[in-house]
């Protein structure tokens, strides 16, 4: 018999999650209409060996109440168990992503730099791209080299909208790097 993953979906003024828990603690905060939905349900759903079931948990009410704060400025940073599901190297690089200052950014070269691999640009793009637990880790705050929004799984209006909540200064372009 299967394990399950507790789901519920949540709307964010930026667009529609789902959040999922599992032996209460996220290992699910994505965009519910995102590319990549079947890839990034697949992967979680196989390695915990479980299945999605649309219920609630301690850990989702928690989750949901954090961020209603961040939305609301409340919030900045996230207290919240997680559970990353992902090969080595991209846990390497969701861990240090949290490490980013809340409206700050780095470009995918300044985040292989963190990780001690800086010709690694492209698999940490895809890392970042594979991240299941958006905003609370905050993929958001990676842009292009050149400060452009680039690539996010909830779309660059999200994106825009996320980085503009926390204060970075857009005007087609990044002008606020770390």
Same mark, same amino acid.
């Given at each position: 018999? &299967?394990?399950?993953?507790?789901?519920?979906?949540?709307?964010?003024?930026?667009?529609? %999650?789902? %959040?999922?828990? $599992?032996?209460?603690?996220?290992? /699910? *905060?994505?965009?519910?209409?995102?590319?990549?939905?079947?890839?990034?349900?697949?992967?979680?759903?196989?390695?915990?060996?479980?299945?999605?079931?649309?219920? =609630?948990?301690?850990?989702?009410? @928690?989750? &949901?109440?954090? %961020?209603?704060? $961040?939305?609301?400025? @409340?919030?900045?940073?996230?207290?919240?168990?997680?559970?990353?599901?992902? =090969?080595?190297?991209? &846990?390497?690089?969701? /861990?240090? /992503?949290?490490?980013?200052?809340?409206?700050?950014?780095?470009?995918?070269?300044?985040?292989?730099k963190k990780i001690n691999n800086e010709k690694a640009v492209r698999a940490v793009a895809s890392a970042n791209? *594979?991240?299941?637990?958006?905003?609370?880790?905050?993929?958001?705050?990676?842009?292009?080299?050149?400060?452009?929004?680039?690539?996010?799984?909830?779309?660059?209006? *999200?994106? @825009?909208?996320?980085?503009?909540?926390e204060g970075v200064c857009i005007n087609n372009q990044l002008r606020l790097f770390v």
């Amino acid at each position: 018999m &299967k394990e399950c993953i507790n789901i519920q979906f949540y709307k964010t003024p930026v667009g529609e %999650l789902i %959040l999922g828990s $599992y032996q209460n603690k996220i290992c /699910l *905060a994505d965009w519910r209409f995102r590319k990549m939905r079947n890839t990034i349900d697949t992967r979680i759903c196989k390695k915990l060996n479980a299945v999605f079931i649309e219920n =609630t948990s301690d850990i989702i009410e @928690k989750t &949901k109440e954090q %961020l209603h704060e $961040y939305f609301a400025k @409340k919030r900045t940073k996230f207290d919240l168990d997680l559970l990353l599901i992902g =090969t080595d190297f991209q &846990k390497q690089v969701w /861990l240090e /992503l949290q490490k980013i200052p809340f409206g700050k950014t780095y470009s995918y070269l300044e985040l292989s730099k963190k990780i001690n691999n800086e010709k690694a640009v492209r698999a940490v793009a895809s890392a970042n791209g *594979a991240n299941a637990i958006s905003i609370i880790i905050p993929c958001h705050r990676i842009v292009g080299s050149n400060g452009k929004l680039v690539g996010y799984a909830g779309g660059i209006p *999200a994106k @825009k909208k996320l980085l503009e909540l926390e204060g970075v200064c857009i005007n087609n372009q990044l002008r606020l790097f770390v």
